[in-house]
């Protein structure tokens, strides 16, 4: 299957390097130079996945993923020089699955592409967690019979958080299921998706009852 990828970087040389080197990868990119442009064309066209630049003209990299999570679960990658701790989290925060640094090797670009777009793994049987209702076959979240909205991201935290049966689950664990790659200590890239999550699930987030947090190993679900 043809994988379409959508390159958001206002940098032309930035550009043309980084897609060559993916379609060495397998990945053919399609190519936006500004925040507006990739925005009307996501209008018009579909993609599978998007890496979007920060610092971009006009609309910056963070409205850009604000605009793109508002419609819908597209998977979304921040491709940043811009390493900061609070950048990655107001990246990650904005919307984004994943966050990336450059320089980079596109070796480990496609590796992260290729994480986020794998399936959501075999069918299981719906689970209820109190008002709760997971349905990993239809890719559906329920709660108190109102359709939750997840992106594929948060709906893959959660079903392995489930399917543990209320064991805890390590940091390590979930980032190398979720996310498919170690993260080298580094979890702010789970514990912004954890926020999410819980913001869109709990019926009151700063006080969870279904996602709960082990200290210092990682989380687990109310069995």
């Known amino acids: 299957m043809c994988v379409r990828v959508l390159l958001v970087e206002d940098d032309e040389r930035i550009r043309q390097a980084l897609s060559l080197a993916l379609s060495d990868e397998g990945f053919p990119v399609d190519e936006a130079g500004s925040g507006e442009e990739a925005l009307h064309r996501l209008e018009t066209e579909s993609f599978d996945v998007v890496l979007v630049d920060l610092t971009l003209p006009g609309v910056d990299g963070l409205e850009v993923v604000r605009t793109l999570r508002s419609r819908g679960d597209l998977p979304i990658i921040v491709v ?57 076959q239809e890719g559906l979240v329920h709660r108190a019979g109102e359709r939750v909205h997840l992106t594929r991201t948060e709906f893959r935290l959660l079903l392995e958080l489930a399917g543990a049966g209320g064991r805890i689950v390590t940091r390590e664990q979930l980032l190398q299921k979720v996310w498919g790659y170690d993260y080298f200590g580094d979890t702010r890239l789970l514990d912004v998706h954890i926020r999410r999550l819980r913001r869109k699930i709990e019926a009151n987030p700063d006080d969870p009852e279904v996602v709960l947090t082990v200290r210092g190993t990682g989380y687990r679900i109310r069995s």
Do not use: H
Not at 94 to 105: F, I, S
């Open 80 to 136: 940043s020089a811009r390493a900061d701790a609070c950048d990655t989290i107001a990246g990650l925060e904005a919307g984004a699955d994943d966050y990336v640094t450059k320089p980079l090797m596109a070796s480990v670009l496609a590796a992260r592409i290729r994480a986020l777009l794998r399936r959501r793994g075999p069918g299981r049987e719906a689970v209820r967690i109190g008002e709760l209702e997971i349905r990993p």
